[in-house]
């Protein structure tokens, strides 16, 4: 086990893209237990955020960390805390997570209980839509790590639930979606009630100007860790860009679920209602599809997701607030109904697929009054993608192809684009 400037200068070497070589999770100076979790979870070698985030957070500095989706941040932020706890009197509430979403934070748990299935720590989720009491007699009966949506955590201080007296550790997991969502109030009058001397985790997707400020309220003399630029997608991602008029994307969406591979498909959608207009029709058209999104029941949620985790449903349509909870490695096909207004949020969606050095498919229906969300897509990510109309769908408005075009380049492997007169892979 290094000590932490030889953990700090392996995390280094990580910006140098040496990790791959040099780095493992025990040179970063972790300790058997979570050595052994992390094993049995099945990784050998840490992503990026892993081997620059956890050195600074084992030495007690606070830390910001921004990355794409799917890079490790929840392992970058739960294995030091971890560490951390180990030492010290045990169920008293000494380490709180911020989630912005019930699935989030159930997601958050479940790793928290695999990489510490070896130490004696005590784990609860806190969150809005299900019952108070068995949350209250989990947190009466004590316990080491809460990791709470903020209005559900707010509920329960306010009824004298939670004592934070004793907190040494707090993390705001994608903070940016927090923010998004309305939570800025709720969070900064949890960073009000919490002892200022703590240790803070910061972590967010992106860093916007409201993220950057609430990071300079919460955090001191942090180590800052940005991974990749914010306006990459994954490696390995095909996009592909269907001109459609509004009313027949649903038909044309059903089509093309007809003649790709039956790989797991997100399709995202802008409004809830969206999702379930969706989700109907291409019900209807024989597909295996559920919606998900936070006008759902807890449990119908939580069924969904599950029956989308373990294949028994091929198609899951949800809103982007929704899917921050979705961590399902093997999705091949991600499927923008709606071109997001926010260019940055087209990065986290397709950012869905591809993961793990897989391949994917990104497929955006764009109609003519999307034009202009999608070129600043473009813009964000500095390349540009041609525009292609699957006949028979033809839009009213033919669009133009960007002006110098730069054709992106494909990922190695052959194309998972539908191919004329194909079928349906069973």
């Known amino acids: 086990m290094t000590d932490g400037t030889d953990a700090t200068r392996y995390a280094y070497a990580c910006r140098e893209e040496l990790y791959l070589m040099e780095i493992s999770f025990q040179s970063l100076g972790l300790v058997p237990e979570l050595l052994r979790a992390v094993d049995q979870e099945g990784y050998t070698a840490p992503t990026p955020i892993q081997c620059e985030a956890i050195p600074p957070a084992l030495e007690g500095r606070d830390v910001v960390g921004s990355a794409q989706t799917g890079t490790g941040k929840t392992a970058a932020f739960l294995l030091p805390i971890l560490q951390r706890l180990m030492a010290g009197p045990h169920g008293k509430l000494r380490a709180l997570v911020l989630a912005p979403t019930r699935e989030l934070a159930e997601q958050v748990l479940n ?52 004592d934070a007296s004793a907190l040494e550790l707090l993390v705001l997991d994608e903070a940016d979606r927090m923010l ?82 039956d790989d797991r498909t997100l399709v995202f959608t802008r409004t809830k209602h969206g999702a379930d207009v969706v989700a109907h029709h291409l019900r209807r058209e024989g597909n295996d599809v559920a919606a998900l999104h936070g006008g759902k029941p807890q449990g119908v949620r939580d069924e969904a997701l599950g029956r989308f985790k373990n294949g028994k449903t091929r198609v899951l349509v949800a809103t982007d607030v929704a899917a921050r909870g979705i961590d399902v490695d093997d999705i091949g096909l991600v499927v923008n109904y709606d071109v997001p207004r926010d260019p940055e949020v087209y990065i986290h969606r397709v950012g869905r697929t591809a993961r793990a050095g897989a391949q994917g498919i990104a497929m955006t229906l764009m109609s003519p009054d999307e034009w202009t969300s999608m070129s600043d897509v473009e813009k964000l990510m500095g390349r540009t993608f041609s525009r292609e109309v699957v006949p028979g769908f033809e839009p009213a408005v033919m669009p133009m192809q960007p002006a110098e075009m730069t054709p992106a380049p494909r990922p190695q492997g052959p194309s998972l684009r539908p191919r004329r007169g194909a079928s349906r892979r069973r």
């Open 111 to 162: 790793s928290a209980r695999a990489y510490g299935r070896h130490v004696d720590l005590k784990s609860v989720a806190v969150y809005g839509g299900v019952r108070m009491e068995p949350q209250t007699r989990a947190l009466k009966a004590g316990v080491d790590i809460v990791i709470a949506t903020p209005g559900r955590l707010l509920d329960h201080m306010g009824r004298g639930h939670v």
């Open 180 to 261: 998004d969502m309305g939570f800025s109030r709720d969070v900064h009058r949890i960073l009000d009630s919490l002892p200022s001397q703590r240790q803070t985790l910061f972590f967010s997707a992106t860093i916007s100007g409201d993220v950057d400020r609430l990071a300079r309220r919460a955090l001191k003399d942090y180590a800052a860790v940005e991974i990749g630029r914010r306006t990459e997608a994954a490696e390995g991602v095909e996009h592909v860009l269907v001109a459609v008029d509004k009313p027949r994307k649903r038909s044309l969406l059903a089509k093309l679920l007809k003649v790709l591979p």
